[in-house]
């Protein structure tokens, strides 16, 4: 039997959950280790909990993912299917960008003609995957932008050869990928596609601090005050079908008191102010301590977390 390292995000992505993940912990449901549950991720983005659950739950029933950014499902839906063959691909990018270090202006120029390539979305399944696991590895602070054209548009990074290949994690993602349904759409639709009693965890786009502050354009559409009450409007529902649900998202009130945003929306659930702390943040100092908001449609998770 092959052995498989433990699965881990195989991308850097805005929002990536793995510092908050023992506060999500802490929120779980006590029934889920206990029975065959379906777990159910609708803001997938690079999986920080999605690989944490399917390593502390391997008994867990199947998983389902899901995700607006088809570039991004593209690439797991490779990964799943045919890791052998995107890492050949892979191995080729890493040798030809690693040999020009010492080479500023060959590199960027290789960078500049691979992003080019990838906007161009002519190059079979595989071929784009691995020009969209190339870009994460290389470009400035691993961040996902588009413009209105879906055309990705971050400038390269300064890092020394980077990993861009990773084939222990790749095919250890690959494994555990193959009890998860891959989606890729509107959040929504994962309703369909839930069983009895799903865990759901929701990880939406954060609503900005301030105008000007946060990032959160991931894809084309923005994600706007009128997205986040739909997302309010779900949650209602899948309690109201019994699911049980897990959200986080950005604690405006801890920043300006006068915001209630969120303690409004969610007044009928549970909220918690949790510490997490921002990795992807161009300006090193805002790398600091923040509070963000854990919502669970659970009754007795409050005993379960540290208030703050
Ligand atoms: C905050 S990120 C998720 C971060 C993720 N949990 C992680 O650990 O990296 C939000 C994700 O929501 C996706 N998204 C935006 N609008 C969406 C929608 N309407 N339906 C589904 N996914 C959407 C974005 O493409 C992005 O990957």
Redesign the pocket.
């Known amino acids: 039997m092959t052995e498989y390292n433990i699965a881990k995000?195989f991308?850097k992505?805005?929002?990536?959950?793995?510092q908050l993940i023992s506060e999500i912990a802490r929120v779980l449901p006590k029934h889920i280790t206990r029975t065959n549950f379906t777990y159910i991720?609708?803001?997938?983005?690079?999986?920080?909990?999605l690989f944490w659950m399917l390593h502390n739950f391997p008994h867990l029933k199947k998983a389902i993912i899901?995700?607006?950014?088809e570039d991004?499902i593209n690439t797991y839906r490779t990964i799943a299917s045919k890791p052998k063959e995107l890492i050949s691909i892979l191995q080729i990018l890493q040798n030809e960008y690693h040999n020009l270090e010492g080479n500023e202006e060959d590199k960027k120029s290789y960078y500049y003609q691979k992003r080019e390539l990838y906007n161009l979305r002519k190059e079979e399944q595989i071929g784009q995957a691995a020009l969209f696991i190339f870009l994460n590895r290389t470009c400035f602070n691993g961040l996902?932008r588009v413009n209105r054209r879906n055309e990705y548009n971050v400038p390269m990074g300064g890092y020394k050869k980077p990993t861009i290949c990773d084939n222990e994690n790749i095919l250890a993602v690959s494994n555990a990928l193959q009890k998860v349904e891959i989606l890729c759409?509107?959040?929504?639709q994962t309703l369909d596609f839930s069983e009895q009693n799903s865990l759901f965890y929701f990880?939406?786009?954060?609503k900005p601090l301030s105008e000007t502050s946060s990032f959160?354009s991931?894809?084309k559409?923005v994600?706007n005050d009128n997205?986040q009450i739909r997302l309010k409007e779900f949650c209602s529902k899948l309690d109201l079908l019994n699911h049980t649900w897990i959200l986080?998202n950005s604690d405006v009130k801890g920043k300006d008191d006068s915001v209630h945003f969120f303690d409004d929306l969610y007044a009928d659930f549970n909220i918690q102010r949790v510490e997490a702390r921002r990795s992807i943040n161009a300006n090193p100092e805002k790398r600091g301590v923040l509070t963000e908001l854990l919502i669970t449609n659970q009754v007795n998770s409050k005993e379960y977390v540290r208030v703050i």
């Open positions: 995000p991308l992505w805005a929002g990536g959950k793995t991720e609708p803001f997938v983005g690079s999986g920080a909990v899901n995700d607006i950014n991004l996902y759409g509107d959040f929504e990880d939406p786009p954060y959160n991931y894809a559409d994600f997205e986080s």
